[in-house]
């Protein structure tokens, strides 16, 4: 059997054996066997925005893979970096270090906000958020609140799918697994569509803020560690709050000593139009948690990168050492993707080119509202977008699940040459941050195809 991968060479006899060898053989993450076995799709080939299949058939990837396809596919210079780092010398010993993981640490503070920033290197997003909360733990336990175990999340939120990360989301994507980790308590996320109470949207997001102090006071400060939320939460369905929301967040950690953790594994590295979300707002988090796009998925890599105050608690002796060890975290051929895909984000100002795609793609979505069945369109920083579809505009009432969104979406989008995630009640747009705005045309004009389609269908 050859691993080949040129799309030409590819016969429907070989199709057909990968797509058995996948169904007897295989798990795709989080989607139910029987909905791919024997129709998986299989990409052999991307370039900027577009994917290839094994058959030949083009798409625009609107997802940017899942969420980190920032730099856009086919960037033969991030391989030559990977290549480079292989083949000169792939992992140190134990206790040393490499040239791509020290000038990344160095290329994030320059990057971040506080340039006195130091990074944990770890292997993704899940990793990097039971880095982050580790970290956090044990900040407060130097800092003398050796009982500050728990960590406050919002519902509907996702940080990753290992069991710490698991019990901190609240989002039905992930299987929960019985008890969650002691200490997790869930306040309300925020929702601009349906705003979670009655009053000025302000207003409203200060009083979701306030739900972490209420909680912080009734459990005791003393027994809390830490803040986690994504600055635009994409589980909860592209969430953008108003600029108050995380400055309040700020202002409550402060006065009660919690560690504010940004997760920012989706918005990091230039998603939202500045290089991290709460930038946007002028906040500055005590620690923010990042993957994806750190390397646009050319390698897997996450980090927890801890502000100065925080990463100079941990220098001392035995009793102030981090001790959490994760043997390929921040492997150096990852490393090395890292830094020749930063390159790239400078040298294209792939950031630059978020905020002013991200607003056209805004702008663009706007038309359609002629589509009755559409309800809300949210995005607007950086390219990061949603649009939610309802059964009655004045009421914002759902699709009831007989209606069958989820499994018509994807297809309708599909047919219409658009790769999306999890389709349904709301579609979520999150493309690579090189596209144009033909490319962005496609996408909208793609969805407004698939609307028709679907309404003719409803009948609407
Ligand atoms: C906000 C957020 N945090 C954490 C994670 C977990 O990242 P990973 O899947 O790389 O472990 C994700 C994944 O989508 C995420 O969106």
């Not at 290839?52 to 940017?64: F, P, Y």
């Not at 406050?152 to 698991?166: D, E, F, I, P, Q």
């Not at 560690?225 to 929301?245: D, F, L, N, R, T």
Request: include cysteine; glycine fraction near 10%; hydrophobic fraction near 40%.
């Amino acid at each position: 059997m050859t691993s080949t991968i040129n799309p030409e060479t590819l016969s429907g006899e070989r199709i057909e054996e990968l797509q058995q060898i996948a169904g007897d053989h295989m798990f795709m993450h989080a989607v139910q066997i029987n909905d791919w076995r024997g129709n998986l799709k299989v990409y052999v080939r991307g370039e900027g925005v577009w994917v290839e299949t094994a058959d030949g058939q083009r798409h625009l990837d609107a997802m940017a893979g899942l969420w980190y396809k920032s730099a856009g596919y086919g960037r033969t210079e991030i391989a030559d970096a990977v290549y480079a780092q292989m083949t000169a010398i792939d992992s140190p010993p134990a206790g040393s270090s490499t040239i791509p993981q020290i000038e990344l640490a160095g290329k994030v503070a320059e990057l971040y906000p506080d340039h006195g920033a130091r990074s944990f290197f770890v292997s993704g997003g899940s990793e990097a958020v039971e880095t982050a909360v580790k970290m956090a733990k044990k900040y407060q336990i130097i800092n003398g609140k050796a009982g500050a175990y728990k960590v406050l999340s919002r519902r509907y939120s996702y940080h990753g799918g290992t069991a710490m990360s698991v019990s901190l989301g609240g989002s039905p994507a992930a299987d929960p697994m019985g008890p969650l980790m002691p200490g997790a308590i869930h306040v309300t996320n925020w929702d601009s569509y349906r705003l979670p109470y009655a009053g000025d949207p302000v207003d409203v997001a200060i009083k979701c803020a306030n739900e972490f102090e209420t909680v912080i006071k009734h459990q005791g400060a003393e027994t809390v560690a830490a803040i986690i939320a994504e600055p635009v939460s994409a589980a909860a369905g592209i969430q953008v709050p108003p600029a108050e929301y995380w400055q309040r967040l700020r202002e409550i950690a402060d006065q009660y000593g919690v560690i504010l953790i940004a997760d920012e594994v989706i918005t990091g590295f230039g998603r939202t139009g500045e290089y991290f979300a709460p930038m946007n707002w002028g906040v500055q988090p005590d620690i923010t948690t990042v993957a994806k796009a750190i390397t646009s998925g050319y390698a897997p890599l996450g980090a927890a990168v801890a502000t100065k105050k925080i990463a100079d608690a941990f220098i001392g002796g035995a009793g102030e050492t981090f001790k959490h060890l994760i043997t390929f975290g921040g492997h150096p051929v990852a490393a090395a993707a890292a830094l020749a895909n930063l390159n790239i984000f400078e040298r294209e100002d792939l950031v630059g080119n978020s905020k002013r795609m991200g607003n056209y793609l805004f702008e663009q979505l706007q038309s359609l509202f002629s589509h009755k069945i559409v309800g809300d369109v949210r995005g607007g920083l950086g390219l990061l977008a949603a649009v939610e579809l309802v059964a009655d505009r004045e009421s914002k009432t759902p699709f009831p699940a007989s209606a069958g969104l989820a499994k018509k979406l994807p297809k309708m989008l599909f047919d219409r040459d658009m790769v999306s995630f999890r389709a349904g009640d709301v579609i979520s747009i999150c493309p690579p941050l090189s596209i144009n705005k033909d490319e962005i045309d496609f996408i909208v004009n793609a969805i407004d195809g698939a609307l028709s389609e679907l309404e003719d269908e409803l009948g609407i």
